[in-house]
């Protein structure tokens, strides 16, 4: 476990020092400005329609920073070739896929602190009310739907050759099953024979994103979700996490590293 800490740390800390982490200090700061816009504004759907675009944002910049960071790790070691010795002190090869797991899902973590703390003050202000234990089910969800998605993107970065080619596919797949992934089991209800079989199966075989999503709740101040059904979707997460990390490990034990 320290080795895997160790790695955790140091992508962790590497992670924070690259580029990518100031687009989230630009993407808060725009988030305030806009919430502050409130001011010109009387009619409270405004606001409604206002910290829906601030949420989706948040979304939209999480996204891009757990996948295009992610989706680096494990071929820049190979190409600087500083993999070698990391296995040669000795440390597996599934501590090394689980310390870069942790040291990308833990950044993600604390990205997400700094924009729902952002969002969280602002809206306060607005509307003078701090619904905390919304705000901490949907930072909590939407981290655990990171973890997927980190996952889905170590395994991507073994199997395909093309750091693009990875966060190209990893962010269509994701995109579209937060978009269509729940409506499937219904479009195969429309068709028949083999393709309606295919789609019930892509159905039950795809991680469902979408139940992570609390963005309405928040924006219509709708009651909390139950904790049971919260803990469920959380169980749901961790389950999917695994057996996309054990993939991963079973497509790097097989890979022939030159």
């Not at 833990?106 to 607005?126: D, E, N, S, W």
């Not at 083999?194 to 992570?212: C, D, K, M, Q």
């Not at 990390?245 to 097989?254: E, H, K, N, V, Y």
């Amino acid at each position: 476990m320290n080795k895997i800490f160790a790695i955790g740390k140091v992508v962790l800390l590497e992670m924070y020092r690259r580029k990518d982490f100031y687009v989230l200090f630009i993407v808060a700061v725009l988030i305030t400005a806009v919430m502050g816009s409130v001011t010109f504004f009387k009619d409270a759907q405004i606001v409604r329609y206002l910290k829906a675009i601030c949420l989706f944002l948040i979304w939209a910049s999480s996204l891009f920073i757990a996948i295009g960071a992610t989706a680096r790790q494990i071929p820049a070691e190979r190409e600087s070739r500083t993999l070698f010795p990391l296995m040669a002190k000795p440390v597996s090869r599934g501590q090394i896929l689980l310390g870069k797991f942790l040291g990308c899902w833990l950044a993600c973590g604390v990205a997400l602190v700094i924009f729902y703390a952002f969002f969280g003050c602002v809206a306060a202000a607005r509307e003078h009310q701090w619904p905390l234990a919304d705000y901490f089910q949907a930072w909590a969800l939407h981290w655990a739907m990171l973890g997927i998605v980190i996952a889905m993107t170590l395994l991507g970065s073994l199997v395909l050759t093309a750091v693009s080619s990875n966060i190209t596919i990893t962010f269509i797949a994701t995109v579209a099953i937060l978009l269509v992934g729940r409506h499937l089991h219904q479009v195969a209800l429309t068709m028949t024979g083999p393709f309606a079989i295919f789609i019930t199966g892509l159905y039950y075989v795809i991680p469902h994103l979408e139940l992570f999503d609390m963005r309405d709740l928040i924006v219509h101040d709708w009651p909390l979700i139950p904790w049971g059904i919260w803990l469920t979707d959380l169980a749901y997460a961790a389950a999917y996490t695994a057996l996309l990390l054990l993939l991963s490990w079973l497509a790097f034990r097989r890979k022939v590293l030159q």
